[in-house]
Nanobody, 119 residues
Framework: QVQLVESGGGLVQAGGSLRLSCIASGSISGSIFSRVDMGWYRQAPGNERELVAEITSGGSTNYADAVKGRFTISRDNAKNTVYLQMNNLEPEDTAVYYC?????????WGQGTQVTVSS
């Protein structure tokens, strides 16, 4: 059993900041978590789910072009947690943000947290 719980979403004005957190529990937590690739995705109404940022078990990161320079993904393996620091938010960042864990070939998803950026 794997559970991913996101938090930190909310309503913010353009130019503001939010920090999302995703805590993993179950079979990918503990000593396993450091070997799990983690990522953040988002889905706006009418759009497909898209990658925002990802961080590998080795700490390598990858960002969507739209968020480069504004968002930072990080992880704390001791806390089974991955973070997404979002700065200089834009109305176009409004979406439900999902946490994804990938262990070998299996993907696990959280329930999502809403981020709304007002202009």
């Amino acid at each position: 059993q794997v559970q991913l719980v996101e938090s930190g979403g909310g309503l913010v004005q353009a130019g503001g900041s939010l920090r999302l957190s995703c805590i993993a529990s179950g079979s990918i937590s503990g000593s396993i978590f450091s070997r799990v690739d983690m990522g953040w995705y988002r889905q706006a109404p009418g759009n497909e789910r898209e990658l925002v940022a990802e961080i590998t078990s080795g700490g390598s990161t990858n960002y969507a072009d739209a968020v480069k320079g504004r968002f930072t993904i990080s992880r704390d393996n001791a806390k089974n947690t991955v973070y997404l620091q979002m700065n200089n938010l834009e109305p176009e960042d409004t979406a439900v943000y999902y946490c994804r864990a990938r262990r070998i070939t299996v993907n696990y998803w959280g329930q999502g947290t809403q981020v709304t950026v007002s202009s």
